[in-house]
């Protein structure tokens, strides 16, 4: 049985305010940022701003998911990025490393179009995920489905379909 955890805006804010502080003691320096839609796009947002440079912001669409809960089998590169990132340091955001295959799709497709390096960022990594993101301010358990304050009504919608698919 999945447990449902809600998290409040305070908390993203705090969590991305750490991972932040942590690039920034790294002395990292990215060219870009890439935000994994749906769930990385405000992270990765919040994150552009605090860091003290202005990296490029990209997206990919990634679908591994039918619904809240509902896992689609394998991830799916539904919108690639269409530029080129010859030589480019890349920094993945997403909110949660659930099983890791996002992850590992998006470093396969980032080294497709000549990324030097993937660094990865989410909020969230679940004990059990086959990919530790190099930055993540919390674990979750792997039963648990967070529910992020940006997703709240898509989680409400999918209430019916999650029941069905359980069935």
Known sequence: ????TGVEWPEIEKQID???????ADNLVVHCIVAVL?????????LVDRLPYRPDLLTVEIKAYAAAGVATGE???VRPIRERLDGRTV??????????RTLDLL??????????RMIAATL????GSSATPD??????????????PWERCEFEKDVPVRSSAAR
Do not use: C, N, Q
Request: glycine share 6%; aromatic share 8%; charged share 20%.
């Open 38 to 46: 749906r769930g990385g796009m405000v992270p990765a947002r919040l």
């Open 18 to 24: 750490a991972i932040a502080s942590s690039i920034a």
């Open 107 to 116: 470093r396969a497709h980032l080294a497709s179009l000549g990324a030097s």
């Open 1 to 4: 049985m999945t447990r449902h």
């Open 75 to 77: 991830p799916t590169l």
């Open 91 to 100: 920094l993945a955001v997403d909110d949660i490393a659930d099983s890791g």
């Open 124 to 127: 969230y990594r679940k004990s």
């Open 135 to 148: 930055y993540f301010a919390a674990v979750a358990a792997p039963d648990e489905w967070i529910v992020f």
